[in-house]
């Protein structure tokens, strides 16, 4: 019960969950919570993700992925999770909710590696270019800006029309590096 309230502490709303989707979300969330207890952080994180993809209000279960990633030391991914609990919470009525992760993101913000991708100027005019990081594409206002990373390997990948894919893999060692 305590885990409901939890997992669904929003108000009421016409689009609420239909109740099957809101029953899978609720046993993956328990048993996520279980793993957790448990440290078994690899797990609880897949359930959680799961659940966030279920149930996209669900602040209690965003909070909780947030603080696994925190402890799988994937710290940009934590603080990302925090920081959008902290803007969301606020329009749910959740003020404490809010304040918990604004804390939570500001104590992580000075640990965070971060990496910067830097575009030559005559890479920079080619047209068509495209760059990603991990598949994720990376806009222009992102180049020459240290963006918050997890540890590990991170792919860059640059493609352009009628030009062969460069990609470059990364590996970031340590949260508080550049």
């Not at 920081?83 to 959740?94: E, F």
């Not at 918990?100 to 965070?112: Q, S, Y």
């Amino acid at each position: 019960a305590i885990y409901l309230a939890l997992l669904l502490s929003t108000p009421a709303r016409a689009d609420e969950p239909d109740p099957a989707r809101a029953a899978t979300a609720q046993s993956l969330y328990e048993s996520a919570n279980a793993d957790m207890d448990s440290k078994n952080y690899v797990e609880a994180r897949k359930k959680l993700e799961e659940v966030v993809k279920l149930l996209p209000d669900a602040l209690g279960a965003q909070l909780t992925l947030a603080e696994c990633y925190e402890n799988l030391g994937k710290l940009a991914s934590a603080w990302a999770q925090y920081s959008m609990v902290a803007a969301l919470a606020p329009k749910q009525g959740q003020p404490e909710r809010a304040q918990r992760a604004a804390d939570r993101a500001a104590d992580l913000r000075p640990r965070l590696a971060t990496l910067t991708i830097t575009v030559p100027p005559d890479v920079a005019r080619i047209p068509g270019i495209s760059i990603t990081r991990d598949r994720i594409p990376v806009g222009e206002a992102q180049w020459g800006t240290p963006v918050p990373v997890d540890t590990g390997g991170h792919e860059i990948a640059v493609t352009a029309p009628g030009r062969a894919t460069w990609t470059k893999q990364v590996e970031v060692l340590a949260n508080g590096t550049t």
